[in-house]
């Protein structure tokens, strides 16, 4: 495997550089369902090379007989029409960039300071939004190598290459994953000087890395790699894999970055570990952790890990431990990531049902699964437990050519209350509220139409962040949207700023 560039140092990256009709319209719980096929509705098995929805399904086109129900649906007001922007009176869009240079997939993003940090499967765009209503391309850095998984923190950028590339540079091809000279890890860049950015290191990883968590010290940066075993067939990747790689980034000298540990967290017997075995149902299997977000503040942090959910102690970072561990066989497919609230005390897991790829949120498919699963922290130190309350889906159907699920989101800081924002791929921007574990509400949303009828086309919001007073959105297959919401319930957020967020790494908003 590759663990260097090819000329045995790292180059610098070529850096190139370079609205829609809005009316309300109200969509009720009881809008018109349409139908979808019942390969739909599981997760399948994974890819060695993640499909654009992020996740273990691939999109699955859908009988072009279900063009005309969609259209039905949209001519009776049920969905909005295809590529019309519907929001609740709370929303106000104040922004839309379209993707550029950069056309693959959108993915997660990152903020600091004026800037936002928008992943994409062709490397990475870095926006200037110190005008939310005209953001401003400073630069766009050419790097495939999906999802690239984005992250900052000072001077530093980090990529997560999840895909089987023929070396780590950024020039590097496609190989087929059965290659056992595929390089697949983490790359870090200088942004020093945000308009030119600088490869610097890479680091090759176990399974590659479909995501990472930074966690911040003063002279280091950890990164918790999360990515998952497909089978055996891949030689890069071998079972049981069954937990994170942990590397350690010196922020004076990353060129030295490396793992430095490798964290067991599903400890068992046999080729598959420890993990969830995948019962009957859809489950899947346990062969390594999707997503992990950390709460420095509290030396906690949740795991997302496929067929399981996970709480552990990172009062050693390099060593995280799981101090409790639960399943969901009835209605969690494929656990995708996690959310604190602020107090700690609570955490929300998301289930990406089909992968990211399927038509999810529909009366076939009902309300708990593809949702959010909110869960109560009780006890105390290393005996914390998770203790399941209520699932949360957004209330309004959307067609079943559009690829719809929970998936990446962010609290929106107001003291005294639990509220989240949240991408749902084509089902849009949806803020709820989950100060009542028991009883979770939607207080607003954003939704685009599908973008086809006929077929499933994946696109929508791969990741909605509140940061600084406004709802930044990258959407999978358009671009970069812009959101302020305008609720007395959130209106105390307003006046919180940070000067950094990585979601997966939480903030303590009020310390």
């Given at each position: 495997m ?30 018109t ?140 091809t ?9 390089w ?9 000087d ?147 609230n602020?107090k ?40 914390r ?29 107001v ?12 089902g ?79 903030p303590?908003?009020?310390?």
């Amino acid at each position: 495997m590759n663990r260097s560039h090819p000329n045995g140092t790292m180059e610098e990256t070529v850096i190139l550089l370079k609205e829609s009709r809005t009316r309300y319209r109200r969509l009720g719980v009881a809008a018109t369902a349409v139908g979808l096929l019942a390969a739909l509705l599981t997760a399948g098995p994974a890819a060695a090379t993640p499909d654009p929805g992020d996740g273990p399904a691939a999109s699955e086109e859908v009988s072009k007989s279900t063009r005309a129900e969609v259209e039905s649906a949209i001519a009776a007001g049920d969905i909005p029409g295809q590529n019309e922007i519907v929001h609740s009176k709370n929303i106000e869009h104040l922004a839309f960039v379209p993707k550029d240079v950069l056309k693959d997939t959108n993915s997660d993003l990152a903020f600091q300071g004026r800037y936002a940090f928008a992943g994409n499967y062709d490397g990475f765009r870095i926006f200037d939004i110190s005008n939310p209503r005209a953001p401003r391309t400073v630069s766009q850095v050419l790097c495939p190598g999906s999802q690239n998984d984005i992250s900052v923190s000072g001077d530093l950028l980090f990529l997560s290459t999840d895909s089987s590339r023929s070396d780590s540079s950024c020039s590097s091809t496609t190989q087929p994953p059965t290659e056992k000279s595929s390089w697949e890890g983490m790359k870090v860049f200088d942004i020093s000087d945000k308009r030119n950015p600088k490869y610097v290191a890479a680091v090759e990883t176990a399974c590659g890395s479909h995501t990472h968590t930074l966690v911040p010290e003063r002279k280091n940066v950890y990164l918790y790699v999360s990515s998952y075993s497909p089978d055996a067939t891949y030689p890069d990747c071998q079972p049981p894999h069954d937990g994170i790689s942990v590397i350690k980034v010196p922020r004076k000298a990353p060129q030295k970055a490396a793992v430095v540990d490798f964290p067991v967290l599903f400890p068992g017997e046999g080729p598959d570990g420890g993990g969830n075995p995948g019962p009957p149902g859809g489950v899947r299997k346990t062969t390594g952790c999707h997503d992990i977000t950390v709460l420095p503040s509290q030396d906690l942090a949740a795991g997302a890990c496929m067929g399981d959910g996970i709480l552990l102690s990172i009062k050693d970072p390099a060593r995280p431990k799981v101090i409790d561990r639960i399943r969901d066989d009835v209605n969690f497919a494929f656990w995708h990531s996690a959310t604190f609230n602020q107090k700690a005390n609570k955490v929300v897991f998301t289930d990406e049902l089909g992968g990211g790829g399927a038509a999810t949120c529909n009366a076939e498919i009902g309300p708990n699964r593809g949702a959010d699963g909110i869960y109560d922290i009780v006890g105390k130190g290393d005996r914390r437990k998770l203790a399941f309350r209520s699932y949360f889906k957004i209330p309004r159907h959307q067609a079943n050519t559009e690829n719809c699920v929970a998936h990446n989101g962010s609290l929106i800081p107001v003291k005294g209350r639990d509220i989240m924002v949240q991408g749902w791929y084509q089902g849009g921007v949806s803020v709820w509220d989950f100060t009542d574990s028991d009883n979770p509400k939607e207080i607003a949303y954003f939704d685009r139409g599908p973008l086809t009828t006929d077929t499933i086309k994946s696109g929508g919001s791969w990741s909605a962040y509140y940061y600084n007073g406004y709802i930044y959105s990258n959407e999978y297959a358009r671009g970069f949207d812009v959101l302020k919401i305008n609720d007395r319930r959130t209106d105390p957020a307003k006046w919180v700023r940070v000067n950094e967020l990585n979601v997966q790494t939480q903030p303590d908003y009020f310390d």
